[in-house]
């Protein structure tokens, strides 16, 4: 029976009991009337389950009953079987709940809070109210919009009438498909792990902000339909040439207009010899084709390279990049299905290289071509193509800097290209083949402060800016590394696609005659005899600029390195922070010649004194010449005639300097001996073959 319990008037109660669960209790009460009489009434009283509260700060499986439910920022919390819940279920920042195709029903709320993770099973997807969906509590349901939705059915799914837009995540992990239910958007990351996220002819934004660009991941799964990629530009509001990439297959000219920008093509821009447009009807987007380059001598420069499409119909090729001028704090968007997958580039090289300023052959416009962030340097660079890319940031109106990266060294940070971002790359042998592949693909976090390992390699960077307020700075910089040589090497070099824009200055150093932003240098130049490096310096506007040594490392123990100006007869050691003025008496200076790296490792074998740096003579390296096929003069008049004769007086070779009064000289073949390298103003250099 059940247990029970008496009360009589008059009298003390028996000792108190706890109440447990228990299907009932069975009371009588006994009172007395006025005239003494005792009556006696039963009473049942039930008393229901006492429901616990439920705290998941780990891992855990759940299923049951209870009063309340809370998922920590710690906790992950997956269905096993049925949930009730009688007052609140709520997932906190940083929680996560998988419901796993269990029923979530009761009487209570649902809340997952900004930060938070839902993993969504069932069919319908999530629902405001309806008795359907993943979450079917009978209160009120709340579903933020900086969360993270997963839909990871076995079955089709739909998203539901719930899905917040916009969510900070969403991803289809569902091998069969998920379909939008609702317009949608994306503020962090679209995760396409398995299946086809079917669009429905919905729109699905990635979106971007001047502090975040979504992306999305292919890793494993599909879209079907179009998705609206939005790819927000900041800087300068007077506008500037952005360097821009489609990351959207099938998309147009025109799709790059957005509020207070109207793309404009012009194809009369193409007539060689060309003829400037009235500035109406200027083109604001331009392609780059390198097989223009060259043309004729006389429109061989860099930039003849750049072309404007037909119309605003015309396709924006994946792949390749577009240089379109327009203001800052706009947000084009590109419309079409997500490109993803393999697809090879062809580079052509027919351009010249008559001066530094000129096209250099195969220089290609390229672009990144997926809806996400990659890595240059995880790229697989073939034999005819340079591992150098170089990157242009405006700085205003026609005023622009290129930064360039290669072997890990440059004035670009790291081999990162954003979503939408497209940069110059060099072909060195016609029709070789870049392939871009997903493997290129990285992650971005911009809240991960990047902490790159330090570079042993000895290195020497310089800057070039000019005295004015806010003056931008160019840089080259100069390291070693074993395997480099002195000559181009496409591996350990990032020769310039151009010079900067504007009153941007250009400084770089040459190698074989062209203009480099990295040089790499073979490591054991450094550490025997005298190294020269040829510098120049192009200078947009008069005024006074500052060379400055803004890093010297890592150089081997009794290597030094030393500013050469010829000009003024002056060496200036150099180390870091080591500052140097010069002036531009009129604009468009370029200083050519003039600068120059010399490195001294301290321990010059076989060398007299007078084979050492001179300010007025000629600079000869590698000297002693060794074994070696060529050696390197610098310091000559441009174009001017050089001789080589032999200790008898006898002239045994004849070359002719560059326009930066360098020149190549053969010594492959000459017997061991001193040698005098004349020029034609009378200076000479003497040389020692061993």
């Not at 108190?16 to 009371?27: D, M, V």
């Not at 405006?394 to 990162?416: D, K, M, Q, V």
């Not at 976090?445 to 390699?457: E, H, K, L, S």
């Amino acid at each position: 029976m059940a247990p029970s319990a008496s009360t009589a008037a008059g009298s003390s109660s028996s000792a108190p009991r706890p109440i447990e669960a228990q299907p009932s209790y069975a009371i009588r009460v006994r009172t007395t009337d006025a005239g003494g009489l005792f009556t006696e009434q039963p009473f049942t009283i039930t008393v229901n389950d006492v429901l616990e509260d439920l705290l998941v700060n780990s891992t855990q499986n759940v299923s049951g009953t209870y009063n309340t439910v809370t998922v920590t920022a710690t906790g992950t919390a997956t269905l096993t079987g049925p949930l009730t819940v009688n007052t609140a279920l709520v997932v906190q920042t940083g929680g996560r709940l998988n419901t796993n195709c269990q029923p979530l029903t009761g009487p209570g709320t649902f809340t997952l809070a900004a930060g938070a993770t839902l993993g969504i099973c069932d069919a319908a997807g999530i629902t405001t109210s309806d008795p359907a969906g993943a979450i079917q509590v009978t209160g009120a349901r709340s579903f933020a919009s900086d969360a993270t939705y997963v839909y990871n059915g076995t079955a089709a799914q739909v998203t539901g009438n719930a899905l917040p837009n916009p969510v900070r995540e969403l991803e289809a992990a569902n091998p069969i498909s998920v379909t939008l239910s609702l317009t949608a958007g994306v503020t962090h990351v679209l995760r396409l792990s398995s299946g086809t996220l079917n669009t429905n002819d919905l729109s699905l934004t990635l979106r971007s902000t001047a502090t975040r660009t979504a992306y999305a991941l292919h890793n494993g799964g599909l879209t079907s339909g179009n998705v609206t990629v939005q790819r927000y530009i900041g800087g300068p509001a007077i506008g500037g040439y952005r360097h821009l990439s489609s990351p959207v297959q099938a998309t147009t000219v025109n799709d790059l207009a957005t509020v207070g920008f109207t793309p404009l093509v012009n194809p009369a821009y193409n007539n060689l010899p060309y003829v400037a447009p009235p500035a109406v009807s200027f083109p604001t987007v331009f392609g780059y084709d390198e097989t223009r380059g060259g043309v004729t001598p006389a429109f061989a420069g860099f930039a003849t390279g750049y072309f404007s499409p037909a119309t605003l119909g015309t396709a924006l090729t994946s792949g390749r990049g577009y240089s379109v001028f327009m203001p800052g704090a706009k947000t084009p968007d590109f419309v079409g299905a997500l490109t993803t997958g393999n697809l090879p580039v062809n580079l052509s090289v027919t351009g010249t290289n008559s001066s530094p300023n000129q096209q250099k052959a195969g220089w290609h416009l390229l672009g990144n071509r997926y809806p996400q962030p990659i890595d240059w340097d995880l790229a697989t660079v073939p034999e005819g193509m340079s591992s150098s890319i170089s990157v242009f940031r405006t700085t205003g109106g026609n005023n622009g800097i290129y930064l360039t990266r290669a072997n890990g060294a440059g004035s670009l940070p790291n081999g990162e290209i954003a979503l939408g971002q497209a940069f110059f790359a060099r072909a060195t042998v016609h029709n070789t083949v870049f392939t871009f592949t997903n493997a290129l693909r990285v992650e971005a976090n911009p809240a991960t402060v990047a902490r790159p390992v330090a570079d042993t390699r000895p290195t020497v960077r310089l800057t070039l800016a000019s005295t004015a307020p806010d003056a931008v700075a160019d840089e080259t910089l100069i390291y070693a590394e074993t395997g480099a040589t002195t000559g181009e090497d496409n591996r350990f070099d990032g020769l310039r696609p151009g010079r900067n824009t504007g009153a941007v200055p250009t400084l770089a150093t040459i190698i074989d005659g062209q203009e480099a932003a990295v040089n790499g240098l073979p490591l054991e130049s450094l550490t025997t005899g005298t190294t020269v490096v040829e510098l120049t310096a192009a200078l947009p506007t008069a005024g006074t600029y500052t060379l400055t040594a803004a890093d010297v490392a890592n150089l081997p123990t009794g290597t030094t390195v030393s500013l050469l100006d010829r000009q003024l007869n002056i060496t200036q050691p150099l180390t870091a922070g080591t500052a140097y003025q010069l002036t531009a008496s009129a604009p468009n200076t370029v200083l050519a010649g003039r600068f120059a790296l010399v490195f001294n490792a301290g321990r010059v074998t076989g060398t007299p004194s007078s084979f050492l740096i001179d300010h007025s003579s000629l600079i000869i390296h590698p000297n002693p010449a060794g074994a070696a096929d060529l050696v390197r003069l610098s310091g000559a008049a441009a174009g001017s005639p050089l001789t080589l004769f032999d200790a008898t007086g006898r002239a045994v070779a004849t070359v002719a300097a560059d326009a930066t009064g360098a020149a190549t000289v053969p010594v492959r073949g000459l017997a061991g001996g001193v040698y005098v390298l004349r020029a034609s103003d009378g200076r000479t250099a003497r040389l020692v073959v061993e």
